[in-house]
Every structure is written in structure tokens, then in C-alpha cells.
């Protein structure tokens, strides 16, 4: 059987550690990522009150709240392009040499380029064929497809740019990791 503690035995505060925030690699335009996702927020939490605590729900905000998350999934998505954080498949470019790391580097920010620029030709075309209003509010659907097909557009650019700074320098951060454990990059 254990004895009890002693209640006169004080047990030492928790230490915590604080982490130090680090927000060079943000950039004035992932600004636009988090004034959209606030907006969102507040659409979201209009909904809930009006439909839950009113009982009379605004029938706009369900498709305003679906159409603004689109928007923040894309520009979130010309964000993690110009930092270079997509999800990329690093397992074989530990045995892979270091000449083959850079053909393997040059074809995926080539294909990803090409690939960026085709979805936004393509999201483009849809743009200029719907004619439809969105059924809540009578603003057009084509508006949020533009929107698409220009963050398609800037995604190409910072895929290109990024493809240049790769052969420029001969690195990146799949041909280097060791390199790119220390550093963040922005792009100004």
C-alpha cells in the first residue's frame, strides 16, 4: 500500500519554454489569405447565430461561406507555392545522386509550371462560358471562377520563379535539405 504525500512538500511550477515565433518567411500578399479567412469566419459565425440562437437562418450565407472558402483554398494554395511547401514525394531523393536530384528538381518545377498554366487556361475558359448567378444573390459565378484562373496564374508565376532560382543557385530544398534545415526563404 503507498503512503500519502506529505502536504507540506511544495511541487515546483511547470517551466515553459517559449517558442520563438518566427514570421520572415511571411509576405504582404498572404495578407490576402487571412483577411478572406476572417471574413469566412465571420459568415460562418453569422449562420450559426442566425440559424441556432434566431431560428431564422439567412439563406445567402451558406453559399457566401462555401464560395469564400474556395477563395481561401487558392490563395492558401499561391501561398504554399511561393514558399514551396506543396506536398512533394522526398523518399527516393535520398539514394538518388545529386546530378539526377537536379534533373528530378528542374522536371517537377517544369511540370508543375506547365500544369499551373494549363488549369488556368482551362479555369479561364469555364469563366468565360458560365453565365449563371449564384442562387442566393444574383452576382455572377464567372467572378469566382476569374478568381481561380488568376490564382492558377500566380501560382505559374511563383512556379517559374521558382524554377529559376533552382537552376540559378543548382539547389533547392529537395536537392539540399541539409542546406534548407537552417534557412527560410521569402521571395520579396
Do not use: C
Not at 64 to 93: C, D, P, S
Amino acid at each position: 500500500m503507498k503512503t500519502p504525500a506529505d502536504d507540506n512538500t511544495l511541487t515546483p511550477p511547470i517551466e515553459l519554454e517559449e517558442d520563438i515565433i518566427d514570421l520572415s518567411d511571411q509576405h504582404w500578399t498572404d495578407s490576402f489569405v487571412l483577411i478572406l479567412f476572417w471574413v469566412l469566419a465571420g459568415i460562418v459565425f453569422l449562420q450559426f447565430f442566425t440559424r441556432y440562437i434566431l431560428n431564422d437562418s439567412l439563406a445567402w450565407t451558406e453559399e457566401i461561406a462555401r464560395f469564400f472558402l474556395i477563395g481561401v483554398t487558392f490563395f492558401g494554395a499561391i501561398m504554399a507555392t511561393r514558399k514551396q511547401t506543396h506536398i512533394a514525394v522526398e523518399f527516393f531523393f535520398r539514394w538518388v545522386p545529386r546530378t539526377g536530384r537536379r534533373i528530378a528538381q528542374f522536371s517537377i518545377d517544369a511540370i508543375t509550371t506547365v500544369f499551373f498554366v494549363v488549369l488556368a487556361f482551362l479555369t479561364a475558359q469555364i469563366a468565360g462560358r458560365t453565365r449563371q448567378l449564384m442562387v442566393s444573390v444574383e452576382f455572377p459565378k464567372s467572378a469566382l471562377y476569374w478568381i481561380v484562373a488568376a490564382a492558377f496564374v500566380f501560382m505559374a508565376l511563383y512556379s517559374a520563379w521558382n524554377m529559376w532560382v533552382h537552376l540559378r543557385d543548382g539547389t533547392s530544398r529537395l536537392i539540399d535539405p541539409e542546406k534548407y534545415a537552417d534557412q527560410t526563404r521569402a521571395i520579396d
